[in-house]
């Protein structure tokens, strides 16, 4: 079956030191979602990307989507202790919305 | 806020017991699935519905039943809980298909002993 694959698994980094986070599926994916989850709390959708090398922008983050569809990443510019969460990739490969497989998601930890 | 309410929050119970966890949404969305989670495994399918008494199996749907007989009201069932069963379970819901974004609900936590 489909797998997602999402590394690396922890990440500590100073604040404002940069962060990414990388997605890989064994299947072409039709869109990929970002969600994050504080500590505690549950996932909150951040993104989705549909195109093949699309790249897209939310303030410090930048999520971009391969030109295979395979793979996605996101990076965080100079990190804040309100990024701190986990970061989970979501594939969907028949673009129902219907089957997401979620990757195991990295967990970002900043020090102040 | 996507109205999503989990019930009960937190529970305990013991090996071989049934046990219900309940998901209510308030705005009639079709969609709507049931997820656990568990270090190191991310967000896991256990089954999703389509609409009243539509459902389907996810990707972990051994030792779980699921019914819905009301739009608003998605009901998980495990017939005799397990430990491996112990676990954080997410309600979501999809507000349009194709686009596929979820709502997650707060999360029910079970312990079973």
């Known amino acids: 079956g489909q797998q997602v694959m999402q590394i690396p698994q922890y990440q500590h980094v100073q604040e404002g030191e940069d962060f990414t986070t990388y997605c890989n599926s064994s299947?072409?994916?039709?869109?990929i979602q970002w969600y994050k989850q504080r500590p505690g709390g549950h996932p909150v959708f951040l993104i989705q990307?549909?195109?093949?090398?699309e790249v897209k922008k939310q303030k410090r983050l930048t999520f971009q989507f391969g030109e295979a569809k395979k793979n996605s990443s996101l990076h965080i510019t100079a990190t804040q202790t309100t990024d701190v969460g986990t970061y989970f990739c979501?594939?969907?490969?028949?673009?129902?919305?219907?089957?997401?497989?979620f990757g195991g998601g990295t967990r970002l930890m900043v020090k102040p | 806020d996507a109205g999503i309410t989990q019930s009960p929050r937190h529970k305990v119970t013991e090996t071989g017991t049934p046990v219900t966890l309940r998901c209510h949404q308030t705005?009639?969305?079709?969609?709507m699935y049931w997820y656990r989670q568990d270090p190191g495994h991310g967000l896991r399918l256990i089954h999703y519905?389509?609409?009243?008494?539509?459902?389907d199996k996810g990707e972990v749907s051994d030792g779980y039943s699921v019914s819905r007989s009301k739009t608003e009201d998605f009901l998980l069932t495990l017939e005799s809980a397990t430990s491996s069963q112990t676990s954080v379970y997410f309600c979501?819901?999809?507000?349009?298909?194709?686009?596929?974004?979820?709502?997650f609900g707060e999360g029910s936590r079970l312990t079973v002993l």
């Open positions: 979501a819901i999809s507000t349009s298909v194709g686009t596929g974004e979820l709502f």
């Open positions: 299947t072409t994916l039709s869109n």
């Open positions: 990307l549909v195109k093949s090398g």
């Open positions: 979501a594939g969907d490969r028949n673009n129902a919305g219907n089957m997401l497989t």
């Open positions: 705005e009639n969305h079709r969609y």
């Open positions: 519905s389509y609409g009243v008494k539509d459902t």
